[in-house]
């Protein structure tokens, strides 16, 4: 069975350029959430998606940054227009939904480092 | 709000040397617990979870203990090895969705 994929796994960007970061979940998991690692820093929660609906995107840190997930699959994280405090690794994960709900495991992707220069 | 701190890194250790890594957390209500971990090349992946007071979660020979009166979640290994060099990530979730809230990550080194 594949693992969370993301891709690009690195990416260099000047600012005030866009960037589309993706991931592709495990097959079958309908909870989708996007991380992100600044500086070596704390693993920040970005958003939460059910299936195709955005349960949770309390921790998108402003406008500039606008998450999709077509049809309840893959999910996109766009950064418009980028600026040097968007650098990082941007993770996603995902889980299956359990009826008691979160069990405590995430299968996270390997990341997507993003630099904006 | 909720948060959790981790001793900072890097650690480096001998080969069969015993590992501890300090976590604390402050939250409201009875959070779980965890540690993920990431390995070079690799996502983060779940090591260990305890979801009450004193529980103590283990695998692959780590284990920590939920300690709500000191508000910890030690990660402790009594002889580790080369493959155990890794990023280590203490979390919690005070919430039944999945949104965890990390430590900033320790790094281990160990060395033969």
């Known amino acids: 069975e594949a693992g969370v994929t993301q891709f690009p796994s690195h990416s260099v960007i000047e600012k005030g350029q866009t960037v589309t970061l993706r991931c592709d979940p495990i097959?079958?998991?309908?909870?989708l959430y996007w991380y992100r690692r600044v500086m070596g820093k704390e693993i920040k929660f970005l958003l939460h998606f059910v299936k195709e609906s955005k349960q949770d995107e309390s921790g998108m840190p402003n406008n500039r940054f606008l998450a999709e997930r077509t049809g309840g699959t893959y999910s996109t994280l766009k950064v418009q227009p980028a600026e040097l405090e968007d650098s990082g690794v941007y993770f996603c994960a995902s889980s299956q939904v359990r009826p008691r709900g979160f069990t405590g495991e995430l299968f996270f992707g390997e990341g997507s480092r993003l630099t904006v220069l | 709000g909720d948060s959790v701190t981790q001793m900072e890194g890097p650690v480096t250790l001998s080969e069969e040397a015993f590992l501890t890594i300090n976590c604390t957390y402050t939250?409201?209500?009875?959070?779980?617990l965890f540690w993920y971990v990431q390995y070079p090349g690799e996502g983060l992946q779940l090591l260990l979870k305890?979801?009450?007071?004193?529980d103590k979660g283990s695998n692959k020979g780590f284990e920590a203990t939920y300690r709500k009166e000191t508000t910890s979640f030690h990660l402790e290994k009594g002889s580790v090895q080369v493959s155990d060099s890794a990023v280590y990530f203490c979390?919690?979730?005070?919430?039944?969705?999945?949104?965890?809230?990390f430590g900033q990550g320790t790094t281990l080194q160990v060395k033969p």
């Open positions: 305890a979801t009450k007071a004193d």
């Open positions: 097959s079958g998991h309908d909870n």
């Open positions: 979390a919690l979730s005070g919430s039944n969705t999945g949104k965890l809230i």
């Open positions: 939250a409201t209500g009875y959070p779980s």
